[in-house]
């Protein structure tokens, strides 16, 4: 056991490179190696476990299974308290001032921030929930690696995730910001770029990133050169926005973004120190236009809205789409009519129409899903009264009608690698039809030919 602690003392104390190489190869790509290094360096040594607090924390055995923990005392603690405190667990005059309404998470203060009291465990308690991590109060060695990753610079838990239920997979609710901005038509600029990728890189990132948004809803964006909503902009350091929102170089806060609202509402400020790539800023950008339209952070880790990055991945998932429709409403076709594509969906009493107009395909309030030529039913989901609550076609090629406590109460049972990104089609026949992205016909309504 002595030989355990021991490792596990030197593993947290003395972040050796080799330990962060490891780290960097198990949970990221390996170009986060290049921003892990610093970051790790610092936080491994913020965090870990000196020996004064083996000797606080009890035996050894409660040291190896516990982590951080009530009772512990000294700078390791201090270092969480400040962790958490500027990402708005606890007072902050600075998230106070340039987050109108905002108040701490925890709403008491330590006695002392180096000593592991009630107030820092619940600060852990709710950033572990935040976080989507086993909530034990403890930091313990999960706790300590999310902690450690990179992330984006906003304050968690800015709106009591409460306000607004999610439409999601998941039970719990939707965190959201303050605002929502008043028209569905909205606009950007770029207010300078990054000397790390062309220009044509830069807004080809960005523009790819805004229509992930738009294509699952009914937001528009034109770019313009002054008054716009959203500013795009690369800075170091500090550059404006509060000392607690500086840039802090390569590694730790990527970017951050305003909520929707005048002057620094809705700007994306990306730290022009990360060395980015096309697909890394996709990936964040992804993240941060999701503020600038009013989402808060997501509890679900494989969410674009979750705050931390763990390599790049452009595609929202369900609980963004659920965060952004709850705000600004499904996405229904600009014509009106043809097709609900991978990843879109309907809410109550909306419709995709068959593009000659004589077929609506509508998910009603009650719960059903039905094909209409004109007031005549020719199909339909036989799912009234069961509580639906919206209707998705899943890019994992099912098409799913879901209640809102978030269980499926109907789906083609079309799920499956051979389906991904499928699509289904109101046809100009009568016929509802997935098809799958690579061709072929999934699931068909079998209301041809009307
Ligand atoms: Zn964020
Ligand atoms: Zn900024």
Known sequence: MAVAIGERRRKLASPSMENVQMASTNRFDSRLALFLAPLAAASLALVGCAA????????????ESAGLGLGAQGQDVKAVYEYLRRYGYYQNEELAEHFPGWTPAVSREPADPARFDEAIEEGVRLFQAQNGLAVTGVVDAET???????????????DPPSVVPRWDLDIDPYSHLGGTWSSTTLTYKFANY?????????RTALWNAIRSWT??????????????????????????????????????????????????????????????????????ALHEIGHALGLGHSTVSSATMYAYYSGNDTSLNYDDHAGIWS????????????WLNAGQGLGAEQSVWSCDGRFQLKFQSD????????????????????????????????????????????????????????????QNDGNVVIYRSGGGVAWASGTCCH
């Open 144 to 158: 300590q690696k999310v902690m450690e990753m990179p992330r984006c610079g906003h304050p968690d838990y800015y």
């Open 367 to 426: 719960g059903n899903f039905v094909l209409y030529k004109g007031s005549q039913a020719l199909w339909d989901s036989n799912t009234n009264g069961d509580g639906g609550d919206r209707v998705i076609m899943q890019e994992d090629g099912n098409l799913v009608i879901y209640k809102s406590n978030g269980n499926a109460v109907w789906d083609t049972n079309t799920n499956g690698s051979s389906n991904y990104f499928a699509n289904l089609a109101v």
């Open 215 to 284: 294509s699952i809803s009914n937001l528009n964006f034109n770019e313009v050169t002054s008054g716009e909503n959203i500013s795009f902009g690369f800075y170091t350091g500090d550059h404006g926005c509060g000392t607690s929102n500086t840039f802090d170089g390569s590694g730790g806060v990527l970017a951050h973004a305003w909520s929707p609202g005048g002057g620094l509402g809705g700007d994306v400020h990306f730290d022009d120190a990360e060395g980015w790539s096309s697909a890394y800023l996709e990936t964040v």
């Open 194 to 202: 990054t000397s790390d990728i062309s220009a044509s890189t830069v």
């Open 52 to 63: 004064d607090d083996i000797t606080t924390l009890g035996d050894e055995t409660t040291m």
């Open 327 to 338: 705000r600004y409403g499904a996405y229904t076709s600009p014509s009106g009519c043809g």
